[in-house]
Structure formats: structure tokens, C-alpha cells
DNA sequence: CGGTATCCTCAAAGATACTG
DNA sequence: CAGTATCTTTGAGGATACCG
């Protein structure tokens, strides 16, 4: 029984291996600020200043890194009105939208059950 | 109508408040060896040589210390036989498994977007 | 308003060597 | 085998100030 291999293997990206690109995936969506950010703008789109107040915290710095970041991987769009206050409009792209649901479970998961790993943060601290 | 805030509230965290435990909770979950390593031991327990070669590219520090951070949250158990050589078994908890799927879908995501998302980095990178 | 530019710190993380 | 101990580095990230 020959198997197509072409078929069911796909280019095969695994994060488990420390060269794939994929790895680097893993590592952008598990970043704290990406997760963040990009839960402001599953919401709708958003001014830079409406996601700086959402994501207490974080800084001018960072903000603009991470949305930078997220624009070069295809996840964001950024538009700028030419206007007098400047108007720069942030949104979530196709591909970005795929990463909602993942990233949603992620924030849902924290809510959830902090009271748990709390709990057990104070039993493990106190042994 | 008085809304019954004790029953509709809940404790209410909200990782977008910089003070908020459950920010700590999506830094954990975002960390990459923890999206890893929670990732090999959802195939079953494992034993530290074996996590080890699952992950690759992760050194003994941090394998140990990540291990450490799972055990003290409550989403890892450790069991080490006395034996020669020994032999120490990670595994899941309950909790541990509540996860699963939360980094699951992220591992799939990056799977599957990785050739989108390395093909607008070369698009954003050329211009 | 929406960012850059700059400086600074500290700790995350790698490499390596060694031990119960 | 399953870690710990130690040393070192580098860059992530915060604070602040200023510019288009």
C-alpha cells in the first residue's frame, strides 16, 4: 500500500523543530502584547490611541512595535488620513481574522482559571 | 430590575489591566516553551529526556525551568522514581488539560498560516 | 494625535560544565 | 538520567522627551 505523499504531507511546518519558520509563528501569536492588541481589534477596527488606552500598560514604544510587526506579517492593516489631528486607523486583515478564535481561547482560558493556578501558585509557595 | 452583580459579575479579571493576575496567566500561556512542552506532554505523560528531544532547541535550563513554572501553576505533576538510573515522569493535571486545546489551535494556526504569513513578510520586506 | 528617538536596566535565555 | 550551578550576553522592554 503506497502512500501519496505529496498529498497528506504538505510542506510540513513544525514548530517542534528549532529551524522551521513556524516556530516563529508560535512565538509572535505567544506574544503577550500581540495576544492583546490583536483582542482589541477582534472588536472592530481602532485608532492607535483607542488600543493604547485599551492595552493598559503598554507603551508608545511597544505599541507601535508590535503593530508594526503584525502589519509586516499580513495581520493588520494600517491607514492614515491625512487629516489635521492625524486619524491612523488600525483593523485585522483576512488572514488576520483567522487568528481571532485562537486568540480569543487564549484570553478566555486566562479568565477562566486564574483562580485555579492562583490557588496553586499559593499551595506550591508554601511548601 | 436590580441586577444580582455577585452572580453576573464574577470576580472579573481582565487581562487588559496591567495589574490584573490573569495578564500573568496570558504571559505564561504566550511563552513559547510552555506552548511547546504543554504541546508534547498533551500526547501523554513524558519523561524528561524525552521532552527534551521533542522540543528541540530548548537547553536543560530552560526545559527545567519551564517544567517548574507548569508544576508550581498546577498544570504539571512530577513524579521522579527512585531508581539508578532515575527515571522522572511529567504529566498533565486536570488543569493542565484545560489547556490543551487553547495550544493546540495555536500550533495549528501557525501550521497552517505559515506560508501566508512568510509570503507578506518577503511582500512588506521588498517594499 | 500618532508616533520616533534615546537612554537605560534587568532579566530571559544560551552555552557549558558538573553532580546526585 | 535528570537535572543544577555558573557565567555571559543581548535585546526586550520601560521611561521619557521630543517631532511632523
Not at 509563528?25 to 483607542?50: F, H, K, M, N, Q
Not at 510587526?69 to 487629516?83: H, I, M, N, S
Request: glycine letters at 6%; aromatic letters at 6%; one cysteine or more.
Amino acid at each position: 500500500m503506497i502512500r501519496e505523499d505529496a498529498v497528506s504531507e504538505e510542506p510540513d511546518f513544525d514548530p517542534y523543530h528549532p529551524d522551521c519558520p513556524s516556530r516563529q509563528l508560535v512565538d509572535r501569536v505567544g506574544d503577550r502584547w500581540t495576544i492583546l492588541v490583536t483582542g482589541v481589534l477582534s472588536d472592530g477596527p481602532a485608532r492607535y490611541g483607542e488600543i493604547a488606552a485599551s492595552v493598559g500598560g503598554i507603551s508608545p514604544k511597544m505599541l507601535s512595535h508590535t503593530l508594526k510587526a503584525l502589519e509586516r506579517d499580513g495581520l493588520v492593516t494600517r491607514k492614515a488620513y491625512a487629516e489635521v489631528p492625524p486619524r491612523v486607523v488600525y483593523e485585522l486583515t483576512d488572514l488576520g481574522r483567522t487568528l481571532r478564535p485562537v486568540l480569543l481561547s487564549v484570553e478566555a482560558w486566562a479568565r477562566e482559571n486564574a483562580p485555579a493556578v492562583l490557588s496553586a501558585r499559593e499551595r506550591y509557595d508554601a511548601s
